[in-house]
C-alpha cells in the first residue's frame, strides 16, 4: 500500500482530503441543527427582534 502512496502523490492526497471530509461532515451537520435550535429557543423566549434588525440581530443595510 505504501509502493501506491509514494507512486501517485496525486491520488493520495486527494483519498486524504476525501476521508478528512467523511470524517468530519457529521460534526458539521451536528453543530448546524444544534445551531438552529439554539437560535429557535432564543426567538421563542425572547420574540423576534424589533426593525432595524434581522433574526440573528443584525443590522439590516438596505440597498440604495
Known amino acids: 500500500m505504501s509502493e501506491f502512496f509514494m507512486t501517485y502523490p496525486g ?3 486527494l483519498g486524504f482530503v476525501v476521508l478528512c471530509y467523511s470524517l ?10 444544534e445551531k438552529r435550535k439554539i437560535r ?3 426567538i421563542q423566549a425572547q420574540g423576534w427582534p ?4 434581522d433574526a ?3 443590522l ?3 440597498d440604495k
Open 50 to 53: 424589533k426593525p432595524p434588525y
Open 60 to 62: 439590516i443595510k438596505e
Open 56 to 58: 440573528d440581530g443584525d
Open 40 to 42: 429557535s429557543i432564543d
Open 24 to 33: 468530519t461532515r457529521p460534526f458539521r451537520y451536528w453543530a448546524l441543527v
Open 11 to 13: 491520488f493520495s492526497f
